[in-house]
């Protein structure tokens, strides 16, 4: 596709003008908007029900990214969780039907868990389910011991005898042992679960009740996954969560660089009619802000409904999902997304069509697949890898400015600005020594990405464009 063709797709002009009216932000400093207004339903909620009878909410809501007072999002260390106001998103959510809440040790910084108890404390035990992860990733935890007590600590940060769901976290990521070489995805799994015994642990705690239901979350390696699943007539599966959202149903290398598809993943799960839990359903958020034309299909069809919510109801629309799992740290966000599944309403073909449209074009696009999770910080040489790349990917989302061939003068004048655009947001959003041109690709930020991403090739990349855009060769 050339310039002139991208600009008429993206909607040229106005969506340039658009990349400079908000300098490309960093997408912490965006504040939530463009949601419908009006009553929030408190006894719509759609609820499923999974392999023992539970109903659980349709909504999952995502513990990964928190509150704090600083009003981010709780990845960084320094920053506090403002648990106030966790606290009254938690009653709300409660309130109008949600009853599943997923954390993991590592999420805010190791501050997840617990402030997830406080929160959940202050309501009667059968009001939620918990759901949480063995997140023994690094080789000093992968003992049994050390793994056993990673499990009682989440029991006790969360104030609970039991956890509803547990997942063993991040299957089919790669691993790094005691002297530093790096294992493949399956030696990996093989070290964290089987040969230190923790798999046939976790199955005693379940039948001690102590576990309700017992899975694992896949990243990465599909052999690990398929290899899990060759294990459900001994293990059981109760659940498994995987990323998907309408971009990873049929592209989900090309945005998120996992191995296979949701398409699937999910096929494969619901043939052992085994329930699904979704990660992921904005891919970051990067579905929550499309280009104008995908824009303008959603709105022509429902002017009312905000474009995240198209994204959330693709993730429900497969009848093995048990619950969609979402970060929500604006009470805008939950009160949309309550609305999306208060009731669910099913997309239909021509509905599933245009969303597969958008994708299609949307894979044209050379952006970065991150989702912002943040495991690759800190980097050792100050990088803010997520920043650079959210930076990068929302001001292409919002005009092209790779190829400059063939374009009229006034594709040239929005060029120019977006151009302008790009590189002054550069500047706001990423602070000058924490840029891309500041890495030396030592590697260390690729085995902690759950998204398989080549970070320093990414990176090096997008230093050439930058500098490119500075010398005016593009």
């Known amino acids: 596709m050339d310039r002139r063709e991208f600009l008429k797709v993206l909607g040229g002009g106005a969506l340039a003008t658009a990349a400079v009216s908000v300098g490309c932000d960093h997408p912490n400093e965006v504040v ?90 202050r309501h009667r035990r059968d009001e939620y389910f ?32 039991y956890v509803d769901y547990l997942m063993l976290h991040c299957m089919g990521l790669s691993g790094r042992d005691e002297a530093g070489n790096e294992l493949d995805p399956m030696e990996t799994f093989k070290r964290r679960f089987l040969d230190n015994g923790m798999l046939d642990y976790l199955l005693e705690q379940r039948k001690k009740g102590r576990i309700r239901n017992l899975g694992f979350s896949y990243h990465g390696d599909v052999k690990v996954f398929d290899y899990l699943l060759s294990l459900h007539k001994k293990i059981h599966w109760d659940h ?23 398409e699937y993943l999910y096929g494969e799960l619901e043939k052992r009619n085994i329930p699904v839990f979704v990660m992921e359903p904005l891919l970051g958020g990067q579905l929550a802000s499309l280009y104008d034309d995908a824009v303008d299909q959603m709105k022509r069809r429902e002017p ?58 949307y894979v044209t696009f050379p952006t970065v697949p991150c989702t912002g999770c943040k495991y690759c910080m800190p980097c050792p040489y100050g990088l803010d890898i997520p920043g650079i790349f959210a930076h990068y990917n929302k001001c292409l989302n919002e005009g092209d400015l790779i190829v400059v061939n063939d374009s009229t003068d006034e594709d040239s004048k929005a060029y120019r600005k977006a151009r302008r655009a790009f590189l002054v947001g550069y500047d706001r959003s990423v602070p000058k020594l924490r840029q891309a041109d500041h890495c030396i690709s030592c590697g260390k930020c690729v085995t902690e990405c759950p998204q398989g991403i080549e970070i320093p090739v990414q990176l090096a990349r997008i230093n050439e464009y930058v500098e490119n855009l500075k010398m005016g060769e593009l």
């Not at 981010?72 to 920053?79: C, I, K, L, V």
């Not at 918990?130 to 600590?153: G, P, V, Y």
């Not at 669910?344 to 509905?351: I, K, Y």
């Open 240 to 262: 498994v969560l995987i990323q998907h959202n309408y971009l990873n149903w049929q592209h989900a290398h090309e945005v998120s660089g996992e191995d296979a598809n949701s």
């Open 32 to 121: 939530a908007e463009g949601f419908e207004l009006g009553e929030v339903p408190t006894d719509q909620m759609t609820y499923r029900e999974n392999l023992h009878g539970d109903k659980v909410s349709l909504l999952g809501f995502g513990c990964m990214r928190l509150p704090t007072i600083a009003g981010e999002s709780g990845r960084e260390e320094d920053q506090e969780l403002d648990q106030d106001r966790i606290n009254e998103m938690f009653d709300y959510a409660i309130a109008h039907g949600v009853n599943l809440f997923d954390t993991a040790p590592p999420y805010c910084k190791g501050r997840s868990e617990h402030s997830v108890g406080v929160a959940l404390s």
């Open 304 to 361: 009312s409904r905000s474009v995240a919510s198209w994204a959330f109801r693709f993730a429900a629309n497969q009848p093995r999902i048990l619950t969609v799992l979402s970060g929500m740290t604006y009470m805008e966000h939950l009160q949309d997304n309550i609305r999306t599944y208060s009731p669910m309403t099913p997309l239909n073909e021509d509905e599933l069509k245009m969303l597969a449209g958008i994708a299609n074009t």
């Open 130 to 161: 918990i759901s949480t992860k063995l997140s023994n990733m690094r080789c000093n935890t992968w003992s049994r011991e050390a793994s056993i007590a990673m499990f009682e600590n989440s029991l006790k940060e969360l104030q609970v005898e």
